[in-house]
């Protein structure tokens, strides 16, 4: 299998303003793709769009092949929003049980990928306390392994790691690595500029365009500049000042 999405031309608006203008873009099984881009760049947006969650202007979204909405690719999908949500009077493990009959798991399969998602984002010795007890990070924590468990070939994670420790940031960019090495198409979204430098690919979103893309190497040549955050920071200026490369 080749692409798992293919974007074309989309557009999305919000009371008349364009926040997704005419993207293009298309992300291949084993690839992770970092998309990075001032807050109110469209990112959870663009997430959404491929998610089949809200309407497009213009443009199509394809996901394994299908035009999107489409109910029974979005269960296809390993998906982790921004904003949590979780049951907080459910325990952790309840959690991870009650999404993972959503997702449609099989209930022999569910225990062994909810132990396996729960000890990745290190949260196995916390699994019977209710998740309203949990800290921010651990919640997060929780809804990164909601995603995971589901086995999806296609995850879309958006900003995953907002509160999480830095070294078990560490441990799970080294697992999603491993869950791209077995063929799974990764979006991930961030603030962290040493996370895009772990991507293979980056789209730097800027009102409503992709600005850049490319690996971390080229963005980093393109822009000659050191870091992506430089990249990033230069992308900015080119913009300001009428240039940019959309
Ligand atoms: N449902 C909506 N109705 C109206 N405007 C919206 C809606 N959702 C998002 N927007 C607007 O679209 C723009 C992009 O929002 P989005 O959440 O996609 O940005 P983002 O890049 O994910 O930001 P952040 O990094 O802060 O999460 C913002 O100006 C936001 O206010």
Redesign the pocket.
Known sequence: MDSAVIVKDLTVK??GKA?LNQLSLSLKAGEIVGLI??????????INALLGM?KVNSGSVEVFGHEMPNREVMSQIGFMA?SDALFGELTGEQNLEFFGSLQGIPKKELVEKMGLAAKTVNLTEDLKKPASDYSGGMKRRLSLAIALQTDSPLILL??PTVGIDPELRQEIWKELRLLAAAGKAILV?T?VMDEAERCDKVLM?REGHFVAQGTPQELKTQYDVETIEDAFIKAGHELQNGGGQA
Do not use: C, R, W, Y
């Not at 881009?37 to 663009?46: C, F, I, R």
């Open positions: 919000f009371n926040v881009g001032p807050s109110g760049a469209g990112k959870s947006t663009l809200i921004q958006d900003e979204t603030h979103l």
